[in-house]
């Protein structure tokens, strides 16, 4: 079984559409996370959920628009997409909030800006 | 802020030791964690440290020098399948909750 999944795994798109990214976890953990890894492979936080509540929203545009409606989903919506959106989004999961857990990543979405 | 380097490549051949080194400098410091990521997958968990000193795994090794905001993760009998990209993530003490700082990563490539 999948412990963390995503879909799409791919995803080709034009600028100025809007397009969702959704995660699932299968583990029981209370905490979610979208990170961002750009062309210089640089894994960055954009978000943190626990438990349905954002705790974590790092500096990202308001395009970014993430939503948790349970502990076990977590969405990633991006409005007007820009070039520079392009990279590969992973979801994550862990125990708890505090961080001291290892993170469990989902295999990715590649995103593609055109 | 944080930062966080580590080399950017390491080549070395199978059955070798590598030693890729990371350091930081942090606001604010508790654990520091290795992640292995091939290419085209996901990063996955290899070593957690928060106390000095070091933490054996097999053939994988992590250190950690809290006053010198050092740690090196070391890889012994180097196989072609340890051939992927090496991220050392710190994790930032932010009140009830942490979160993970990751350096840019180290490609470590195994040649025959």
């Known amino acids: 079984d999948t412990a963390v999944s995503q879909t799409p795994k791919y995803l080709v798109t034009q600028m100025g559409n809007d397009k969702s990214i959704k995660c699932e976890q299968n583990?029981?953990?209370?905490?979610m996370y979208w990170y961002k890894q750009d062309s210089k492979k640089f894994l960055k936080i954009m978000f943190s959920y626990n438990n349905k509540e954002l705790i974590i929203n790092e500096t990202v545009p308001n395009r970014f628009s993430p939503k948790s409606p349970d502990k076990a989903h977590l969405n990633l919506h991006i409005n007007s997409l820009e070039l520079g959106d392009s990279a590969v989004y992973f979801c994550a999961s862990s125990q708890d909030k505090s961080a001291f857990y290892e993170q469990y990543f989902g295999p990715g979405t590649r995103l593609t800006v055109t | 802020g944080q930062n966080i380097d580590q080399p950017t490549e390491m080549t070395a051949t199978e059955g070798a030791i590598v030693q890729i080194n990371c350091t930081y400098q942090?606001?604010?410091?508790?654990?520091l964690f290795w992640y292995q990521q091939h290419a085209g997958e996901a990063p996955t968990f290899l070593s957690y440290?928060?106390?000095?000193g070091l933490e054996e795994k097999g053939r994988f090794s992590s250190f950690l020098s809290r006053s010198k905001g050092y740690s090196y993760l070391l890889l012994k009998e180097l196989q072609m399948k340890d051939s992927a990209s090496y991220l050392c993530a710190v994790r930032d003490r932010t009140d009830s909750w942490g979160k993970l700082q990751f350096g840019a990563g180290t490609q470590v490539v195994v040649t025959p």
């Open positions: 942090t606001s604010g410091f508790n654990g």
């Open positions: 440290n928060v106390l000095d």
């Open positions: 583990l029981g953990h209370d905490t």
